[in-house]
């Protein structure tokens, strides 16, 4: 089936990360301009955007006024924006259990996931309610829906997106009208070249695998993929507030057993 997306202005904040890439690859596939987002990737960004014919963007989402810059900036270049890829955050790898998260890394790690999506929503449903049509996708994560040991913060800000934010935006955006859709892709382990870097252990995929049906690690095309069908009208125009999980069925977390 067409997914309706030709000719479509598509924006991917956080674009030159590994999830990001094969986002804007996934809706260049299907005919999309798409604007690829960065605040300091500018090299991985612009080889990027000249790989898939779109444009570069630089803004610091954690500043409102870069980042209210930033739709006004994609509609620019791309002649028209028509969909919004809310995946930029952090993942901040000290493994701190909440008896000892300092302050100031739960504001940070807040800030650079929960705030930049929420600023990023604003910026695109503030267009959409100019042109009546759009649609949201925002990127969660599973440690908000089973929490991530060592990552209170950043299982809190994920699981605000998989929640609160999410079904509020959904309810608000279909006050502008009907053809206006906010949805969730909330991605499980995920073998993204930074992960696949990291020295895990021989054990890891034993360990993270174990509650899945399906045993293996996502790739990010898998998440790329269910973002393309969600942003499409033909294939999800009657889906707003939904989550879709990417992650193998998975069902929980191990719970350590030090």
Known sequence: MDSGLAGKGVLVTGGAGGIGTA?????????????VHYNTSAEAAELLAKEVGGVALQADLSDERAADRLIPAAVAALGRLDVCVAN?????????PVWDLPLDRWNATLASNLTTTFLTARGFLRHASGTGTGALVMIASTAGSFGEAGHADYAAAKGAILSGLLLSAKNEAAR???GVRVNVVSPGWT???RVAARDLGDDHFS????TMSL???GRPEDV???VVVLASDPLSGHLSGQVVTVAGG?????IPDE
Do not use: H, N, S, Y
């Open 224 to 226: 790329a993929a269910q």
């Open 250 to 254: 998975m069902e929980g977390r191990l």
């Open 23 to 35: 986002i804007v690859k996934a809706f260049a596939g299907e005919g999309a301009r798409v604007a």
């Open 176 to 178: 502008i009208g009907p």
């Open 207 to 210: 360990k993270v695998t174990a």
């Open 88 to 96: 930029a955050g952090k993942w901040p790898p000290p493994d701190q």
């Open 215 to 217: 045993k293996k690690l």
């Open 191 to 193: 073998l993204t070249p």
